[in-house]
């Protein structure tokens, strides 16, 4: 019953590093998202797509970069790790055709990829 | 700039109370509010929503407030269980598909 899948569920990484956070979704919903969580700062926002090759900035998209090649998957890369990049990176799907009871635009996550850059 | 706040980082109850969890945003232009819920090393999962249009909205054992005079919400959860202990996210969206997420309250419910 895995929706969202993220390929890794830990990672640790050296400063300078170049990463790749994978996520998969099988509910063939239009939009992705990659969220990052820290404590005391909820979820924050880094790059959102609604559609194949298309990608938008977030409210935090320094430092990253993503890739839409297929409808199904989005990955999040980080050019150059650094240790403030250390976190709980979340991706999420949705769709306009899948809303919840009241109408809104509800987000299935994954379990989320902790990563730590040393 | 923080659109949503969630001024509580944390809240205690006892099984069986009423658990009260607020949120309170600044734009105007949110058309839903959404709740999730977060369990550790999970990823968050959704719970209930309401329009902006509504100031109501009912799940089982899940209430959710909108006051929008007010642009504050809460989440009541009657009666408070040991396994609602969990985080609780406040989101918000626009038309354009977007959420804005509160900073989360941690919910123990003690037996």
């Known amino acids: 019953d895995v929706k969202v899948t993220q390929s890794s569920r830990y990672l640790v990484k050296r400063t300078g590093e170049k990463v790749f956070l994978e996520c998969v979704q099988d509910?063939?919903?239009?939009?992705m998202f990659w969220y990052r969580q820290d404590p005391g700062l909820g979820l924050r926002l880094i790059y959102f797509?609604?559609?194949?090759?298309?990608?938008e900035k977030g409210d935090i998209p320094e430092g990253y970069s993503v890739s839409r090649e297929k409808k199904e998957r989005f990955s999040l890369i980080l050019e150059s790790a650094s240790t403030n990049q250390t976190s709980m990176y979340l991706c999420?799907?949705?769709?306009?055709?899948?809303?919840?009871?009241?109408?809104?635009?509800?987000?299935?996550f994954g379990a989320g990829s902790r990563l730590t850059v040393l | 700039d923080q659109q949503v706040k969630q001024n509580s980082p944390s809240l205690s109850v006892q099984e069986g109370r009423i658990s009260i969890l607020n949120c309170d945003y600044t734009?105007?232009?949110?058309?839903?509010f959404l709740w999730y819920k977060k369990y550790p090393a999970e990823g968050p999962t959704f719970l209930i929503s309401?329009?902006?249009?509504?100031d109501k909205n009912e799940d089982g054992r899940f209430t959710v407030f909108l006051n929008k005079s007010a642009k504050h919400l809460s989440l009541h959860i009657v009666p408070s269980q040991p396994g609602d202990s969990a985080v609780y996210f406040c989101?918000?969206?626009?038309?354009?598909?977007?959420?804005?997420f509160g900073d989360g309250t941690t919910l123990t419910v003690k037996p």
């Open positions: 509910m063939d919903h239009e939009n």
């Open positions: 797509s609604y559609d194949v090759k298309m990608k």
């Open positions: 989101a918000a969206t626009t038309n354009a598909g977007k959420s804005t």
């Open positions: 999420a799907s949705s769709s306009p055709r899948d809303r919840g009871g009241s109408g809104a635009n509800v987000l299935t």
């Open positions: 309401i329009s902006s249009i509504k």
């Open positions: 734009n105007s232009m949110f058309d839903y």
